[in-house]
């Protein structure tokens, strides 16, 4: 059933004749609107227009209030389940030492274990640029002190003045 919040509902409803579906499922035919809506009334329920464009139009007899409560209660429990993930970016130069690296490195790692994407960037100034092989080198040297928890997503790239790289969990 797909309704929506704002779905007309009770005196909203305009139409001469619709078809009515009862609280339990049950198709009681076609009537006017105002007999569906004392129907409803004697129920202590709500008429809820659920299919405008049919031919008569659709209403079902319900407590839209709970309808309404239910619905939002399954999404909340949706986003409970779904996972974010995050990328966390390392920044290197074309300068950086080797111990450096590793330092860095162990960053990564731990960002990696947290389930989180790594977006390397090795960033050239001035006429660093020029020398773009050692941003792949460095890239290299950093990618193989963590190899063993990760994954190369995106392959490194220079895009303008930085080399890019992306590294996402190993899956167990």
């Known amino acids: 059933m797909n309704i929506k919040k704002d779905s007309l509902i009770n005196e909203e409803i305009r139409e001469k004749e619709v078809r009515i579906i009862d609280d339990e499922g049950q198709q009681l035919g076609v009537m006017s609107s105002k007999e569906a ?28 209030n709970k309808y309404l409560y ?40 731990k960002f990696l274990m947290g389930e989180d994407k790594v977006k390397v960037t090795v960033r050239f100034r001035g006429r660093e640029a020029d020398h773009s092989y050692k941003g792949h080198e460095i890239l290299k040297a950093f990618l193989s002190k963590i190899e063993d928890v990760c994954v190369v997503e995106k392959a490194a790239k220079l895009e303008g003045r930085n080399m890019v790289m992306v590294l996402a969990p190993k899956r167990a």
């Open 37 to 64: 809506l004392q129907i409803a009334e004697g129920k202590e329920l709500d008429l809820v227009l659920i299919s405008p464009n049919a031919n008569p139009p659709v209403c079902r007899i319900m407590d839209f």
């Open 70 to 109: 239910e619905q939002a209660k399954k999404v909340k429990e949706a986003k409970k389940k779904q996972k974010t993930v995050s990328i966390k970016e390392i920044r290197l130069s074309p300068t950086i030492e080797e111990h450096d690296i590793g330092i860095k490195a162990n960053h990564a790692r």
